[in-house]
């Protein structure tokens, strides 16, 4: 039995690395309330050089994860090999989904058609938020049947 207890990021690895390593530095700074029970933590692709080895170690990864952040860049919705490949098998499990839009992110709108997400500003206030209360929402959007991007008023 695999235990939902991490948080998956899913990010353009090119352009927005920098956004996920300030979401690692906030959880590893004390002064800071934040705590990322980070899913990519667990173990790495073999081999990395293999797509299918790839998204072995991604499914492994979002299985264990009770929720997934999305930081949503420029390109982010460019990225259909790998990110929305995480999108769509986190969907597949029902898992909510956070997108934390950074400067000038591009909203990758047609993965969400059919399945209920959150957008918030890649802020570690909003951030926060949204972990603590988008899961309980996103629930009641599932069970409705509603689909789309939700945003906080």
Request: glycine residues 4%.
């Amino acid at each position: 039995m695999v235990y939902k207890t991490k948080t998956y990021v899913a990010f353009d690895g090119s352009n927005d690395i920098n956004y996920y390593k300030t979401m690692k530095m906030w959880s590893e700074n004390d002064k800071i309330d934040f705590t990322l029970n980070n899913a990519h933590d667990l173990k790495q692709a073999r081999d990395s050089s293999l797509p299918e080895s790839i998204k072995r170690s991604l499914r492994e990864r979002i299985q264990a994860s009770k929720i997934m952040i999305l930081i949503v860049g420029k390109e982010t919705h460019h990225h259909t090999k790998f990110v929305k490949y995480e999108v769509n098998y986190a969907q597949s499990l029902n898992i909510p989904i956070i997108m934390a839009v950074v400067k000038d992110g591009v909203l990758p709108t047609s993965w969400f058609n059919d399945y209920p997400a959150i957008k918030i500003p890649f802020e570690l206030d909003q951030i926060n938020l949204a972990i603590n209360d988008w899961p309980t929402n996103f629930l009641k959007h599932l069970k409705k049947g509603d689909t789309g991007i939700w945003h906080y008023k």
